[in-house]
Each structure stands twice: as C-alpha cells, then as structure tokens.
C-alpha cells in the first residue's frame, strides 16, 4: 500500500461513517474487503423490518386469543431486575448463617461473608437494617418461614434492632408459606411494642395472609382495626377480602361486607371492586343489580370496563333465564370496545345458551369455537356442553342424551383433560334428570376410584333430586345419611334442594331440620319456594306441629289458635306470637294461662344478640 492509501485510510479513522461512505460506495475498501455503503444499508434495514412487520401481521392471525394477547406483551411479565436480583442473591446466600457469617466469625466490621466454591471466604456486603431487610424480602419471596425466624433472632447479635419494615417483611413470609396465626403472633407482639406500632403495610399484609388462607372473617377485622387506627383502606385490601367471600361461598356475608364498604364509605370504588361486585351478582342471580353497578361505574364514577369485567357482567347475565338477550347485548358491546371474546366468554355464552333452552345456539356456539381454531377448548367447554345435554332432556326428551355424554366423555378421555368435579357433575345429572338410578348410583360409587373425583355436596343433592322424582322416600334418607356423613357444607343452593325433596317425600321432620339448619346459616328469603312447599305439605297431611314450625322458621302467619287444638300446638303457637311481640291469646281463647316452660322459652329467646361489627 503506497503513502498516499496509508493516509487516507487514516484520515477515514473515527470520522462519520456518511463522510467515508462517498468513496466506499463502489462496494469495495482501500484493502479490498467488500462492504455496502451507508445508504445501501439503510435501504436494507428497512425491507428487512417491513419483512418482520409481515410476519408478525401472519403470525398474529395463526395464534390463539391467548397467545396473541403474550405475544403483543399481554401475557406473563417478565421478570424484573429486582426479583432476579433477589434469585441470584438466594441462590449464594441460602441461610442465615451464610449471611451473617461462617462458622460464628464476627467482623469487627460488621461484614457478611459467604462461601465460594473453593470454601475460601469472600465479602459480601456490610450488615445493616437495610441489608437484612433485603435478606429478609428474598426469604418472603421464597416462604422460607423457619431462616426467617432464625434472621430475627440473629440479627441483634450483629447489632441491628428489628424496625418495622423488619416485621412487615415477616409478616409477609407468613403469607408466603401460608402460616396465618404466626402472623398473628408477630402482629400481636408489635401491638405490645411502645416504639414500634403497625402500619397501612403491616395491616395489608396481615390482611393479604389471613385471607388467602380462608380466614376472611378475621381479615376483615383486621381491615376494621386499620379503619378505627386512622388508616385509609385502599381497593387492594377490600378486594382481596371481597374476593375470598366470593371464593369461600359465602356470598351472604359478601354482600353485607359491600354494603358496610358503603355504609361507611371506606374507599372509593374501582374496577376491581366493580368486577367483583359483578361476579357476586352473576353467584346470586342478582342481575338487575349488576346492571346498575355497570351503568353507575361507566356514568358516574367513569371507569371504562376492561374484558375481565365485561365477562363478570355476561356471566351476571346469563345466571338468569330472562336475560339471555342482554349477555348477547354485553358481548356485542364488548367486541365493539376492541375486547375479543376470550375462551371464558366463549364458555359463559354456551352456559348460557344451555340455560335458556336455546339448544340450537348451544350447538352453534361449540361449533364456532372448534372451527375458528382461536381457542383452545378446555374441560370448562365439555362441561357447559354436557349440561346442555342434561338440559335438554327435560325440554325435548331427548332419548339420545346418554349417548351423547358418553361421546363427550369419551373425547375429554382422549383429549387427557383432568375431569374434575363440576364436569363429574355435569355427567351424573345427565343420568339423574333421566331417572336412570343404575348408572347414576354407579357413577357415584366409581367417581374416586376411576376418575379421581371424591363426591361432594352437588353429587349427593343431585341424587337426592332423583329419588325424590322418582319419589323414594328410603333413597332420600340414605343419601342424606350419606352426606352428612361427609361433613360438607352445605350451600344455599343444596339446602334448598334437600327441602324440596324433602318436602316431595313427605319426610317432614327431616325438611323442618334442614330448613333450620338453611338459616343458621343466613340463607333464607322469605319467599323461598322451598319453605313454601314443605308448608304446603305439612297442611296436607294436618301436621299441625309442623306447621307451626315452618311458619316459625320462615315468619309465615300463624294458625289461628282455636279451643280444638291441642294445649301443646297452642302453647308453641303463642311461644312463636310472642317470640314475633304479637297479640295475647286472652281475646282468642278466654282463660289461656301459658306455662312456664313456655315463658321461659320465650324469655331465652328475647334476649339481645351481639350484631355484627359492620352494623354498630
């Protein structure tokens, strides 16, 4: 290479690749490499990303709802630098020996040291409230209870005093691995303290604990403590308690939780609040609710819905047999707004199409779903379509319906879904609806052993409805007995259907129990169909005794008292009256003196009970 070449290249180094670019552009360096020139690669770059907006495009249409929705960054977060950092710091530092020292060395320093893989001792960090603190949330992370405890009782040792971030930290490795009373140990002692007193995290964290592990009803006194100790609840903390109501079941105290939320204005609303909500009304069939909740959360407080609460709202809808037109109504509107039906919507609309006896729709709905190849069909999907064939043999007495559940249990077999309960339910109801006792009582006694499913209280209620229809009254015992051997809780749903049943077979003391027990457990409106027809019965048969009680039990009106009547139906009909603060009998039959057993019972009964704290 001459001089000239030599100081040319030079003159080229570190200057912008725009100014070499002019002598460069023959495709060919003073060297001879190859090379492409500033605006020849340009001119590629750009057809190689509308290449992969193209791609993307196609590969976007061929994907699933799910996978589209990861894809476009919809799906599962990745992780962040923080919870990497605090793995990585886990997987040097496994126990609290390890991080505050070897074999008991101390530092004059206050070092912390770990081991390496030649066992040789290399720094770590200095120990100080907010390294152990860090230590501390990695041990949450990962719901390692017992180093946690060890961190605590090591920590003083090395001259750092547990604060209040320490014992939140605590508090929420308690949730982690899932030990409720020893966050409520650890709550307690800071209670104890005079420098250290919980704040709106220890009370968040207490709550978040308690409730994911079913204690709802202790979580929200908790929640009542943070109210009373001048702390704001946030949405978080009353979702979280509204949630595990909902999961729990009990949708009574959900309710009344909702309404002190209300009474006492505890925060304001949201859209996680609201879809809650939506879902306690499509659990309790209480649609017209759950619209004006919706209209209230787009009007006045205007909160847009996202997908999660339009489905709350379908499935809302579709709970009731009159509203099949507004769940179409609500999933138009949903497309229209930009949501694409999920496999959940897709499901809820099949569930509600069986449900109004829409057949046809039923059928057309699965058929949409197979045939798109957007959603990947789940157990939830053969369940919805197998209660559809249930259905249908009470509106068209279809004789192939068995048939029909077998192919779908056939295909779920082949397609090695996990049967589960509501699916076992599903099938058993076909054979219960049919009346066909033998393979239903079969299906019961392989349930566990074949499939894996232990038999719960919709099963046993289930049966306990085709006995009654085929009014066999023994069957109805045994399976009561059955059940409540089990020692299931029952729902609002299942009481009621043990009454009717009850009632169909004229096992009145057997109803008149269960429908005490149905109150016990506040699941009661007085104009319960059930109580009505247990009601209906007793006069049937002139039970007198058991009229009275029914009445006592659902605050029917009475049977007039009249002097044919026996002095013990006239004593508990004045019991009831004046448990009820009703008229004195002396009007009725002159000369009537109740006994003293019968005073006594109505002076127990008078005596206040404590109400619950949402309504002081």
């Known amino acids: 290479m001459n001089e000239e070449s030599k100081t040319k290249v030079g003159e ?20 001879g490499r ?28 061929n994907m699933t709802d799910q996978a589209a929705a990861s894809f476009l960054g919809g799906g599962p977060k990745r992780r962040s630098q923080k919870e990497s950092l605090r793995d990585e710091m886990f997987s040097r530092l496994q126990t609290p020996e390890q991080f505050f020292g070897v074999s008991n060395r101390r530092s004059s320093q206050n070092l912390s040291y770990s081991i390496d893989s030649q066992n040789s001792l290399s720094y770590v960090q200095p120990i100080n409230p907010r390294t152990v603190n860090s230590f501390l949330q990695v041990l949450a992370y990962h719901g390692k209870l017992d180093d946690a405890k060890k961190t605590f009782e090591m920590m003083r040792d090395y001259g750092v005093e547990p604060n209040i971030y320490h014992y939140n930290s605590l508090i929420n490795v308690c949730a ?10 650890i709550f307690q002692n800071m209670k104890r303290m005079s420098d250290i007193k919980p704040d709106w995290v220890t009370y968040g964290a207490l709550i978040n604990v308690l409730a994911k592990n079913g204690n709802i009803h202790r979580a929200q006194q908790i929640l009542k403590m943070a109210v009373q100790a001048g702390y704001t609840a946030n949405q978080h903390m009353v979702s979280t308690i509204l949630t595990g109501y909902i999961k729990m079941g009990d949708y009574n105290t959900a309710w009344k939780f909702w309404d002190y939320l209300e009474e006492h204005k505890v925060c304001s609303r949201n859209l996680a609040l609201y879809t809650n909500a939506f879902t306690l009304c499509a659990k309790t069939n209480q649609t017209e609710k759950a619209i004006l909740l919706f209209n209230t959360m787009k009007d006045k407080d205007e909160i847009n819905p996202d997908d999660v609460a339009y489905n709350a709202m379908i499935a809302a809808c579709a709970a009731r047999t009159d509203y099949y037109e507004e769940a179409v109504k609500y999933m138009e509107r949903m497309k229209g707004e930009g949501h694409l039906p999920s496999l959940f919507t897709m499901n809820t609309m099949l569930h509600a199409a069986s449900v109004n006896k829409d057949i046809k729709g039923a059928e057309q709905i699965f058929s949409d779903m197979t045939n798109s190849g957007l959603y990947d069909l789940d157990i939830v999907t053969y369940t919805s379509l197998l209660n559809t064939v249930a259905r249908s043999q009470v509106w068209t007495k279809d004789p192939q319906a068995e048939a029909k559940a077998d192919l779908i249990l056939n295909e779920v077999n082949l397609r090695g879904f996990k049967i589960d309960s509501k699916f076992m339910g599903a099938l058993l109801g076909v054979y219960t609806v049919g009346n066909n006792v033998e393979k239903a009582q079969r299906l019961m006694r392989e349930m566990e052993s074949r499939f894996g499913v232990v038999p719960d209280v919709s099963h046993h209620t289930s049966m306990i409805q085709m006995y009654s229809e085929i009014h066999d009254p023994e069957g109805v015992k045994n399976q009561l007995n059955s059940l409540d051997k089990t020692g299931y809780l029952i729902d609002q749903r299942g009481y009621q259907a043990i009454v009717t049943s009850c009632a169909k077979t004229y096992l009145l003391k057997s109803g008149v129990s269960y429908a005490r027990k149905m109150i016990e457990a506040d699941y009661h409106s007085k104009n319960s169909n059930c109580l009505r027809v247990l009601l209906e019965k007793a006069r049937d048969l002139g039970d007198l005794g058991t009229e009275v009680d029914i009445c006592e039990i659902a605050d029917f009106q009475l049977p007039e008292p009249n002097i044919d009547m026996k002095r013990e139906i006239i004593e508990r009909i004045y019991e009831v009256q ?29 005596k206040e009970r404590p109400s619950p704290f949402w309504s002081k």
């Open 12 to 31: 080229s180094k570190g200057e912008d690749v725009r100014n070499e670019g002019y002598e460069r552009r023959e495709g060919k360096d003073d060297f």
């Open 176 to 185: 982690k691995a899932r030990a409720p009373e020893e966050a409520l140990k």
């Open 34 to 61: 190859s090379y492409q020139s500033t605006e020849q690669v340009g001119l590629i770059e750009s057809q190689q990303k509308k290449k992969k907006a193209v791609e993307r495009g196609e590969r976007l249409l």
């Open 578 to 606: 004046q448990k009820r603060k009703g008229s004195h009998f002396s009007k009725v039959i002159p000369g009537f003196v109740p006994s003293e057993s019968a005073k006594k019972a109505t002076k127990e009964h008078n």
